[in-house]
């Protein structure tokens, strides 16, 4: 049987450009993955953070009026001012009153009619309930909430000068952030 010789002829990169190549593949992969888990990361590092700049009471005549009545009413406007100071939006979905939804307030009898709480956002009326309603805050928005409240017993509250009230905004993301205000 004839041998067989090995042909050494052949062409073939060296070692050294062999082993450039990979480290660069290498380092070229370790960024991508780098970008990609930075990515991620940053998707769930955002967070919501509303604060309260402001908030204060006035004496108001509130007036409401429907297809069915029309009623005057003496009682506050209580105006906060929010601002969201984190990475994420925040959405406001409930505002409570001494810890109670506001819209456990309204349509409360009380002798002659019904009385209701309810809510300006900017000026918008944002409905006479947060009920399906939501205000939305991008990160660095700032949004002025006035909370108007009649002078009168509702849900077993009875609204009267001199009272401290907690007012607390709820978000979607189930944070809370109360702050307290007497009423002049």
């Known amino acids: 049987m004839p041998r067989r010789s090995v042909i050494r002829d052949e062409k073939a990169i060296s070692p050294v450009i062999a082993t450039i190549i990979i480290v660069a593949v290498a380092i070229v992969m370790s960024i991508a993955v780098a970008y990609w888990v930075l990515g991620l990361a940053g998707t769930f590092t955002r967070y919501e953070k509303l604060e309260i700049t402001a908030m204060y009471a006035t004496n108001t005549n509130l007036q409401y009026s429907n297809e069915t009545y029309e009623w005057k009413i003496s009682g506050w406007n209580v105006t906060a001012k929010l601002r969201n100071t984190g990475s994420a939006t925040a959405t406001v979905n409930m505002i409570l009153i001494n810890g109670k939804p506001i819209d456990v307030f309204n349509g409360t009898a009380i002798l002659d009619g019904l009385y209701y709480v309810w809510v300006l956002v900017n ?62």
């Open 123 to 184: 000026g918008e009326p944002l409905g006479q309930a947060l009920k399906g309603t939501e205000a939305v805050l991008n990160p660095g928005d700032e949004r002025t909430f006035v909370i108007s409240i009649p002078r009168a017993l509702l849900a077993g509250i009875n609204f009267a000068p001199g009272m401290s009230i907690e007012i607390t905004f709820h978000t979607a993301a189930g944070s809370d952030y109360p702050k307290v205000v007497v009423l002049p």
